[in-house]
Each structure stands twice: as C-alpha cells, then as structure tokens.
C-alpha cells in the first residue's frame, strides 16, 4: 500500500524537486553572507526588530501559506496512509515496554519515504518543502514521539548538513543511501564536557601526512541514532591558519563519518526515561581515517555548519508538538464530556473549562508559529533564526503543560498507564533539553535581540558626531525619545493589518512592542554591555519576547482564517482575544519586574540563596525538629 502510494504520486514529485533545490540555495545564500553584506541587508526578522520597539511585518501579515493547490493535494495524500499506518502497524505501547522499534514499523517507515521526506525526488526522496513537512510531523507528534525522534535525528539534523551544505558529490553519493538504502544517519556534536558550550567540544581531527585524510579521535555522547547509524556528521577541533597572528588555532569543522571506515564504535542503549523506543548511545571515534573530500563546507566553518543545522530543524518541533497537544487534547475532551460528578458532566464546571481553553490556546499558538516560521523558510527567508528558537521553547513548554493538564483532568485515570498520557509526558520531557536547551535559547533570544538594538543606539551615536550629514536620523529618533519620554506618541498601530474585529486583540499587542521596545532601550543605557551578564533580566525579556510572538502570530492567522471565512474563524477569533490579553499582561508583569528595584534586589537574594546552598552541596537548614 505505502510503495504504492510513493508510485502514484511520483510525477508530482518534480515540481518538489526544483521547490527543493530553490530552498536550498537560499538557505546556502544565508549562510554564506558576509557580514558586511548582512548588515547592509533590511533584517525582516519580527522578533528581532520588536527589541527595537518597531513592527516588522514583512514575514508576518498576511499570515504566509506558500503551498499552491497540486503541493496540497501531494501532502494531503500522504496523511490517510500515514495515520493508517500509525494506527494500524505501529505499536507505541510496545515500543516504550520493549525500549526498541518494531522491524516491520521500521521497514514500512522506510516505504512510506518518511527518512526522506526533505530529500529532492532525483535522491529518492518525497521532496516536501518546510510547510509539507510540517504537516507530516504533526501526525508523528500525535502517535509515537519516539518514533518521531527516531526519524528527526536521522533527516532534520543527521543528514540534514550534507542536505544544506554537501557539495554535488557528497549528496550523489550519501542522500541515495539515507533516503532508500535503509542507511541511518546520526548528528554527533554533544560530548560529556559539552553540552550548550557547543564550541568547547575536545574531539579532535589531524591532518595525515600525505593530505589525503583527517585521522578522528573522540568520542560523542547521547547520540540519537548513535547505535544503528552507519553515516554521522561529526563536528570536531581542526588546526587552521590564524590570519591574525599568523600563527595556528583550533576551529571546529564538519565531517561525514561512516562506521565503514573503521574505528567508530558505540556503547549500548541509553536507559532513559521517557522516547524509549529511540536508539540512543554514546559514540567513540579511535583512529579514524576520513577522507578529506568528507568535510562538509569548509575546515574550520563546522560551528556555523552545527549551528545552521539546529537552527533549520528546529522550527518541526513546533508542528510536532502542536500534533501532540491535539491528542492530549482529543483525550481530555472525550473524558470531560463523558464523566459526570455532583450530577452534571465535569465539561460544565468553571475549573475545567480553563484548563480547556488554555490549553486549546496553546496548541493554537503553537501551530500558528510553526507554519508561519515554515512559510517563511519556505519563501526563502534568512530571518526566522529567532522566531525558531521560540518556537522550540514554546512549543515545548506549552506540550508539556498541555499534557499535564489532561493528566489532572482526567484525574485518576489519567495517571493510569492504559490512559496513554504518562508515557506521552515522559517523552516530552527531553524536548525542553535537546537541540538547545531552553534556557540557552532565551539567552540566544534575548542577547541577539539587544545586540541588534544596541547597534542602532551605535548608529545615532555616530550620526552625532557629524550632525549635518545625519539631521534626519537625528530628528527622526530624537523626536521619537522625546515622545516617549512623556508618554505620548511613539506607539504602534496594528490597524489594517488585523481584522477589523481583532482591533482591542491587536491594540494589546502593538502596546506589548511598544514598552518592551523602550525596557530594552533603558536596559542598554543602564548596563551597556554588561548587561550579558544579568541573566536574570534577560530571562524576563525572553519571556516577553515569546509572548509576544505568540499574539502577534495568533492575530496574523485568526485575521487570515476571518478574511477567508474559514469555518473554525469565530472559535479562532475568541482564542486570539483570550490569548492576548493573558500574554499581554504577562509581558506587562515581566517589564514591570525588569524596571523594579524591588525585583532587581530579589534577584540579588535569589543568587545568593543558590551561591549558599550550592557551597553547601544542598538544603543549608537543618529539620525545624532539629534531629
């Protein structure tokens, strides 16, 4: 049934290829680009310009949907075959008891071309674009999550840099065998002494003698796929040349790693608590030769390499985890509407009805970011890098919630393993760890954002030093200031973007811009460039910033969804507007805290509660019994 499928839609296969192959060489163009090209370049990223207080639409409204009719009809062939499949072959109750994947699961996945579906058809793969595969990864998030980790780590991340990065012989000779020779493939960057510190990695590669190889030693842990993978992209220290200097230095550099080569071993399967059924091993690389045409991109290049890598994969997380959330969802209703206690059904009772709405809410939000970061992949953006990231840490945060939340619904039943939802929160757990923690990701958030806005404060510094020549910069912003520093004028109007009948939704929004575009800027003047180091603070923007993204994404699909006249319009209409104004007040609480002495003090307590309590290896008090 599955290879059938592969065969009938195989014509409609060549318009994907070409689709694919534009995708590629915008987001090889992105990396590419030197930076005084980039600066030159409008930055067309909303997360990014909002830490400047200013609404950059141009990725936003309208709500992006790339897909024409016969790229919907090509998914939507797939999803009956898929779900049928993960209904009917795949077993996830036994894949977690056995902590292993089912062969004839695994075989049919590899029919279906699911270890491909990014991969151009003349490679042997699906060739879906972001927003196809989007759809597809919600469908893994709402059965089988290690399942899902099993097929991301080999194709959003394994293979995924000779796919973005490889040149034309590396992707003949190694995309065939990922996509149809039933090959798997692995990302190895993590090590036991780095983790976030992605460049501090120790593995290191040596040049032979002859030229003609790197000789590879190492090792890798936690490695998805690490123990069937016989292709890995392996990130280590290379010696180059320092043009300043001229001297040596390590930089890191990209390999394609094959166990064939000889001296890549791994460890057994890791005993983990939750995406059991996934293969996840440590990884040890002795003597091993790789030949020089492996590197992907250039010596020295593989950080910007990794990092590219888990910045174009990240954004399938949220479709992921919008998949789940529906599920979760799915259960809690059927359970809601059904059980009946003090004489009515519990779907009638205040405290359940919240639950319900936010997290239906949630799984919106969730969904709305991830294909309008897809769409805008997919339209060849280099400024969705943020908007990912908080993608990955909403998406989540907001899974984990929601499936908590159904938990406590359904009360004692949902704590039953036949219930199905212990094992999905022991899954979700690792999604708020890997691919950048996120506690990394706020930081990553937030500091990119205040680097980007303290340029612009740079900018008018220097167009003070030749006021002539810069009088409409200076009048422009200054003019501006000065609005804002007596609290009138310089805000933000929204109207014309939204729907009419989104107006005090978007009014929430636009004012959530506006002052946390006017906290960054007292941020930047009060602590300069140290304000790397209050981490406390930067949180706080994050936080804000995700918010913010939310609402802003929520109001871009509710308007799309009102103006096509979509029969869930009304019902997305009400949960942008309850959305907003609990992200709004949360944006307004967090500010209020950034710009409190009340609050900056606690956060001086708070460090030196941690400080005590780590010098004491744990609790500092002794029982209140005193034995």
């Known amino acids: 049934m599955f290879r059938a499928t592969q065969i009938v839609l195989r014509n409609a296969r060549n318009c994907k290829h070409l689709e694919s192959k534009r995708f590629l060489a915008s987001a090889q163009t992105a990396t590419q680009t030197k930076p005084k090209e980039a600066e030159k370049r409008e930055n067309l990223s909303f997360v990014t310009n909002i830490f400047r207080g200013e609404l950059q639409t141009a990725q936003l409204f309208p709500y992006p949907n790339t897909l024409n009719a016969e790229q919907i009809e090509y998914v939507a062939a797939f999803i009956d075959p898929v779900e049928k499949f993960f209904t009917e072959v795949n077993d996830p109750v036994k894949n977690d008891a056995t902590a292993n994947i089912d062969q004839k699961t695994l075989d049919g996945l590899w029919d279906l071309g699911a270890f491909a579906l990014q991969v151009p058809e003349s490679y042997g793969g699906l060739g879906c674009n972001n927003t ?65 510190d992605a460049a501090s990695i120790k593995t290191r590669a040596v040049l032979s003698p002859d030229g003609k190889h790197w000789i590879l030693n190492g090792s890798k842990i936690w490695i998805s796929n690490g123990g069937i993978a016989d292709i890995f992209t392996v990130f280590a220290q290379t010696e180059v040349d320092d043009p300043k200097t001229g001297g040596k230095k390590d930089k890191i550099t ?19 608590m939750g995406i059991k059924c996934s293969n996840t091993a440590e990884v040890y690389f002795e003597d091993v030769k790789v030949p020089v045409e492996n590197v992907i991109g250039e010596v020295g290049n593989g950080f910007k390499v990794a990092m590219q890598i888990l910045n174009n994969g990240r954004f399938g997380m949220g479709s992921t985890m919008s998949g789940t959330m529906r599920a979760c969802i799915q259960k809690a209703t059927e359970h809601a509407t059904q059980r009946t206690q003090f004489g009515k059904k519990i779907e009638n009772f205040g405290a359940i009805q919240e639950k319900l709405a936010r997290m239906a809410m949630h799984q919106y939000a969730t969904q709305s970011m991830a294909y309008m970061i897809a769409a805008n992949m997919d339209n060849g953006s280099q400024d969705y890098h943020l908007e990912a990231a908080i993608s990955k840490v909403f998406a989540s945060e907001s899974a984990w919630f929601v499936c908590d939340e159904a938990i406590q619904i359904m009360g004692g039943m949902g704590f039953m393993k036949d219930a199905g939802l212990e094992r999905v929160l022991r899954d979700l757990r690792i999604f708020r760890i890997f691919e950048g923690t996120n ?3 706020r930081l990553l958030v937030a500091l990119t954002g205040i680097q980007y806005a303290g340029s612009h404060l740079k900018e008018l510094q220097r167009a003070f030093k030749n006021p002539t020549a810069n009088l409409g910069l200076i009048m422009k912003e200054s003019s501006k200031r000065a609005l804002r520093t007596v609290g009138i004028g310089g805000g933000l109007d929204m109207t014309g973007l939204v729907d009419p009948k989104l107006a005090d939704a978007s009014k929430l929004c636009a004012e959530s811009i506006t002052n946390f575009g006017r906290t960054v ?103 209140p019994l005193g034995v």
């Not at 406390?536 to 804000?544: G, V, Y």
């Not at 609990?582 to 030196?608: G, H, T, Y």
């Open 132 to 196: 196809q595969y989007a759809r597809l990864t919600e469908i893994l998030g709402a059965n089988d999550l290690g399942v899902g980790i099993c097929l991301g780590a080999h194709q959003s991340i394994g293979f995924k840099g000779i796919l973005l990065f490889g040149n034309e012989k590396q992707k003949e000779k190694y995309l065939p065998k990922v996509s149809t020779g039933k090959v798997y493939a692995a990302f190895a960057l993590t090590e036991p002494g780095s983790g976030s």
């Open 439 to 441: 506690d990394i990701l």
């Open 521 to 623: 800027e007292s941020l930047l003047i009060k602590y300069g460039k140290n304000i790397v180091d209050e981490q406390f603070l930067l949180k706080l923007l994050a936080d804000s910033a995700i918010d913010i993204y939310a609402m802003a994404s929520c109001l871009s699909r509710a308007s799309n969804s009102l103006r096509v006249g979509v029969s869930s319009a009304d019902h997305e209409r009400t949960m942008t507007e309850a959305w907003c104004v609990e992200a709004s007040d949360r944006v307004q609480s967090n500010l209020r805290k950034i710009n409190s002495p009340l609050f900056v003090q606690n956060f001086v307590k708070m460090s030196q509660i941690s400080k005590t309590v780590c010098s004491n290896q744990g609790v500092v008090q002794n029982n």
């Open 254 to 272: 990209a390999f394609i790693v094959e166990r064939g080569f000889g001296g890549v071993t791994s460890g057994p399967p890791e005993n983990k």
